[in-house]
């Protein structure tokens, strides 16, 4: 299972506790561009709303500093996201994408 991409993206935080960045995901997903990523990450957030579940539990937003052509940095939106997170967003996800079909069958199981 170590040479799936989604093992391969995943972080452990301080807590041993799996997670996954959006930023990451996203190009795991197949979507080049984070205003496209954001719109399965809205639908998913909803359904964990829906469920009862604490959405800060699952979607932690959160800014990292990237690097830009100068050499400067700059900050970016980014989110640590649960399994449960990444099921969701793969749930409402692109069905068009072969990613989005692995990413149900990983995050489900």
């Not at 795991?28 to 809205?42: D, H, K, M, P, Q």
Request: glycine share 4%; with cysteine.
């Amino acid at each position: 299972m170590k040479n799936n991409i989604f093992e391969q993206i995943k972080k452990i935080n301080e807590y041993d506790q799996e997670f996954w960045s959006a930023r990451d995901l996203m190009f795991t997903l197949g979507y080049t561009r984070w205003e496209n990523f954001e719109v399965a990450i809205s639908r998913a957030k909803k359904s964990c709303k829906n469920s009862n579940q604490n959405i800060h539990d699952h979607f932690r937003g959160i800014t990292k500093m990237v690097q830009i052509g100068s050499g400067t940095e700059r900050p970016t939106n980014d989110y640590d996201l649960s399994r449960y997170a990444c099921y969701l967003i793969a749930q409402n996800g692109d069905p068009r994408k072969v990613e989005i079909a692995l990413a149900q069958t990983y995050f489900a199981i």
